[in-house]
T-cell receptor, first 113, second 111 residues
Framework: EPEVTQTPSHQVTQMGQEVILRCVPI?????FYWYRQILGQKVEFLVS????????KSEIFDDQFSVERPDGSNFTLKIRSTKLEDSAMYFC???????????FGPGTRLTVL | EDQVTQSPEALRLQEGESSSLNCSYT??????LFWYRQDPGKGPEFLFT???AGEEKEKERLKATLTKKESFLHITAPKPEDSATYLC????????????FGTGTRLKVLA
């Protein structure tokens, strides 16, 4: 069964460093998303991406964040200068259509020291 | 503001003891309501999509129902392997892509 994959599973970084989180969405899906979940809190929407551009972003997704689909299979989330409060589980998701169910990857646990 | 509230926060059941989880929502027009299962340290695993009031979906011991204000996830004769956090999410009809999640119900089924 096709699934969303994410790497790395755990990333530890120093405050102020740049990190890139990688995702491979399900191959015939057209819509891609990033969510995050701070420990013990809700899953929160960050950004959606379709047709090589951002279609929607939340207030969390400020200028420190960017997304890219560099090669037709990978989908990346970059945080330019990490802060302590960026520590969270980051989930990539994909869907076939805009209103179809979103399928989530296993997540990347980001720890900012 | 669009909002999703789940109750109870946590639930302990004996194996075979049926129960229901609740998801109440306020949204400016509902596009879809989604149930997910999340195991510790893992990503949400899709269970069901419900689109309109009166709709029901079933899968093994789970049954999801939808009204205009809430959804229920009924668990019939649960087993220990059903232990997980169950998440509810809604997508508004306002042209948005995002899912709004509740905080989830942590279910523990004891053998």
């Amino acid at each position: 069964e096709p699934e969303v994959t994410q790497t790395p599973s755990h990333q530890v970084t120093q405050m102020g460093q740049e990190v890139i989180l990688r995702c491979v969405p399900i191959s015939n899906h057209l819509y891609f998303y990033w969510y995050r979940q701070i420990l013990g809190q809700k899953v929160e929407f960050l950004v959606s991406f379709y047709n090589n551009e951002i279609s929607e972003k939340s207030e969390i997704f400020d200028d420190q964040f960017s997304v890219e689909r560099p090669d037709g299979s990978n989908f990346t989330l970059k945080i330019r200068s990490t802060k302590l409060e960026d520590s969270a589980m980051y989930f990539c998701a994909s869907s076939q259509g805009r209103y179809n169910e979103q399928f989530f990857g296993p997540g990347t646990r980001l720890t900012v020291l | 503001e669009d909002q999703v509230t789940q109750s109870p926060e946590a639930l302990r059941l004996q194996e075979g003891e049926s129960s229901s989880l609740n998801c109440s929502y306020t949204v400016s027009g509902l596009r879809g309501l989604f149930w997910y299962r999340q195991d510790p340290g893992k990503g949400p695993e899709f269970l069901f999509t419900l689109y309109s009031a009166g709709e029901e979906k079933e899968k093994e011991r789970l049954k999801a129902t939808l009204t205009k204000k809430e959804s229920f996830l009924h668990i019939t004769a649960p087993k220990p392997e059903d232990s997980a956090t169950y998440l509810c999410a809604v997508q508004a009809a306002s042209g948005t892509y995002k899912y709004i999640f509740g905080t989830g119900t942590r279910l523990k089924v004891l053998a």
